[in-house]
């Protein structure tokens, strides 16, 4: 009995809060929010679901810190990344190159998104976090276009057809590379820059 209780120790160590939450993003990517289950998620990381509740007070915190990861790492750090640049046309240039990059932590970036979207179709919560992350990305573009010498409205509708423009190359991604061509996206990004 008690190497058991030593197992379980040594087990709720080594596996991290950020082991759990990535491995709970890739089964979001890949099946959705419904695939995002405790149980299933330790039978892939090989561990029981005490490891979890180490980490997580319930489902309902891993949902959420779901979405704060993907806010930060596939939001914020992409803007972060940038911020050195000296001129709004470098920094718009490196973050479309960032957004094109296809696996973040392992986890195929365009799925995550569509599985983000696809959630927030059901969950009132997630759709109201999903347009403040759509309203910074945004506001984000918009504000490095003005910066870059292009006029308000004209910033602003560039802004929004660069946003839609990646999601619909993300979404492509999943049934047609052919047509998700990472080339004709940056080719866009140069001539909203003119």
Same mark, same amino acid.
């Given at each position: ?80 990344? @940038? &911020? $050195? /640049? %000296?001129?709004?046309?470098? =920094?718009? !240039? ?10 973040? *932590? ?40 003005? @910066? &870059? $010498? /292009? %006029?308000?409205?004209?910033? =602003?509708? !560039? ?10 190359? *993300? ?24």
């Amino acid at each position: 009995m008690a190497e058991k209780g030593v197992e379980a120790k040594s087990e709720i160590k080594d596996l991290t809060r950020e082991d759990w939450l990535m491995a709970a993003v890739a089964a979001l990517a890949e099946g959705g929010v419904e695939a995002v289950k405790v149980e299933r998620l330790a039978k892939s990381l090989g561990v029981s679901k005490g490891s979890f509740y180490w980490h997580f007070k319930d489902r309902p915190q891993l949902l959420a810190a779901i979405l704060d990861v993907w806010d930060a790492d596939f939001t914020q750090q992409l803007i972060d990344n @940038a &911020a $050195g /640049l %000296a001129t709004p046309k470098q =920094r718009l !240039r490196h973050l479309a190159q960032d957004a094109l990059v296809k696996t973040v *932590y392992g986890i195929d970036s365009a799925r995550a998104e569509a599985a983000i979207q696809s959630w927030a179709a059901t969950d009132a919560h997630v759709a109201e976090r999903l347009r403040a992350v759509d309203a910074a990305r945004l506001a984000y573009l918009e504000k490095e276009l003005a @910066a &870059a $010498g /292009l %006029a308000s409205e004209t910033a =602003r509708a !560039r802004a929004k057809m660069l946003y839609l423009a990646l999601l619909g190359l *993300y979404s492509a991604r999943g049934y047609n590379p052919d047509l998700a061509d990472d080339g004709a996206y940056l080719a866009l990004v140069e001539l909203v820059l003119e």
